[in-house]
């Protein structure tokens, strides 16, 4: 007769603990630098932030953060620090599933929006977005409600012109290339995250016209969300248990 170990109470306190501490190792991971860094026309995204008070080196400080999930109370706050393209009244902002192959795009700023907009964006249980829209003097824009949004696994994008299209924080809907760079906050920003936007393709250093990427056509500000590890971690819920027993 084969005699089944319980899981006691203690165990079971244990397991939890460790997978909190997997969690937090995983967000840890994430916020690694790009491996290389991007090169692009740093001048304009520098100056931009050092008049934050940001102690960000651009060309050097660029996380890879191209997947995000909403932290535990499922309330964000977007903000539209800047716009300095050409397209900027046409260019729409906002976030998409991650996991889906032909994603639906999620508005979260339209071309009307300028500098100093900002969006409060509630994830809730079961896929349900509201995003409440506010110009830089606080007054009400709007609410949109959306469903099916995956609030463990999204990513951010920008649609220009027709002529232009979409680009998205993950690389390889780009062809490979990165076309949103992400940086920490630091200071009165810590905890938050730069987006920085391009709103062109991609065009390396030295090659025509690599003077045009600069990253700086949008310019977001995003609290209470938090990137996941690129590629994903390997470790899994049945490894955890092995640690503890069966």
């Known amino acids: 007769m084969k005699l089944v170990r319980p899981f006691h109470p203690f165990r079971i306190a244990t397991l939890a603990a460790a997978a909190a501490l997997l969690v937090l190792a995983s967000t840890a991971s994430a ?15 520098s100056s931009y932030l050092n008049s934050q008070n940001q102690t960000i080196d651009v060309a050097t400080d660029q996380v890879d953060a191209q997947v ?6 499922g ?10 393209a050409g397209n900027a009244a046409q260019n729409t902002m906002g976030i998409y599933n991650t996991d889906d192959s032909n994603p639906t795009l999620y508005q979260v700023f339209p071309g009307s929006a300028s500098a100093g907009w900002y969006a409060n964006v509630d994830f809730g249980e079961y896929g349900a977005l509201t995003v409440k829209l506010y110009d830089k003097d606080n007054h009400f824009q709007g609410h949109t409600t959306y469903a099916g949004v995956n609030r463990y696994s999204f990513g951010f994008y920008l649609t220009g012109p027709n002529q232009i299209g979409t680009f998205y924080s993950q690389d390889s809907r780009n062809g490979g290339n990165a076309q949103i760079l992400t940086y920490k906050g630091t200071g009165r920003k810590e905890g938050g995250w730069w987006q920085c936007f391009e709103d062109l393709a991609y065009v390396s250093p030295g090659q025509p016209n690599s003077g045009l990427t600069d990253f700086e056509d949008a310019v977001m500000f995003v609290k209470a969300v938090d990137p996941l590890p690129v590629p994903a971690s390997g470790t899994t819920w049945g490894a955890l248990k092995a640690l503890y027993g069966r």
Do not use: C, D, I, Y
């Open 75 to 84: 309330h964000a706050v977007f903000t539209l620090k800047v716009e300095l």
């Open 68 to 73: 995000w999930t909403s932290n535990l109370t």
């Open 31 to 45: 916020q690694e630098k790009r491996s290389p860094q991007v090169g692009f026309s740093a001048g304009s995204l």
